[in-house]
């Protein structure tokens, strides 16, 4: 049951970034350039789209103690170190170069053409990486 919501879910937040066109690289970059006079502000107001009723459920709802579909809450991950500063500096430089970032880019990966393949092969190649890392 759990898989099923996960796919709808999936599909859903797929569905909104094609429509509030997220997949194009170039509006993204635009977005990203606040300094070089061609800002595109259009991704703020889909963020902010997303991220007022958010805010909004969180402060009403309180959590129940167990998952609606089962299983627990993942503990908290613990304290900001160097992985987690380094990826994400790995992340934002990744997505101002291509204007993709993993959920755009699997969105894109039908109507994208073959860059958004490329990052996508990228992307699991680097997912791959960091699994043989981890590895002692």
């Known amino acids: 049951m759990?898989?099923?919501?996960a796919l709808i879910a999936g599909g859903l937040f797929g569905l909104g970034l094609v429509v509030s066109d997220m997949i194009?690289?170039?509006r993204v970059?635009?977005?990203l350039n606040v300094t070089g006079g061609a800002?595109?502000?259009t991704l703020a107001f889909v963020m902010a789209g997303a991220l007022v009723p958010m805010l909004l459920a969180w402060r009403r709802a309180k959590a129940p103690a167990k998952p609606a579909l089962g299983g627990t809450y993942p503990a908290p991950v613990g304290a900001i170190d160097r992985k987690l500063i380094v990826g994400a500096l790995l992340f934002g430089v990744g997505w101002g170069l291509v204007g993709l970032c993993p959920g755009p880019a699997l969105a894109a990966i039908l109507v994208g053409g073959q860059s958004v393949w490329i990052f996508v092969a990228a992307m699991f190649a680097g997912f791959a990486i960091a699994g043989l890392m981890k590895r002692p």
């Open 39 to 41: 800002w595109d502000p």
């Open 2 to 5: 759990s898989a099923v919501v």
């Open 24 to 26: 194009d690289p170039a």
């Open 29 to 31: 970059q635009a977005f």
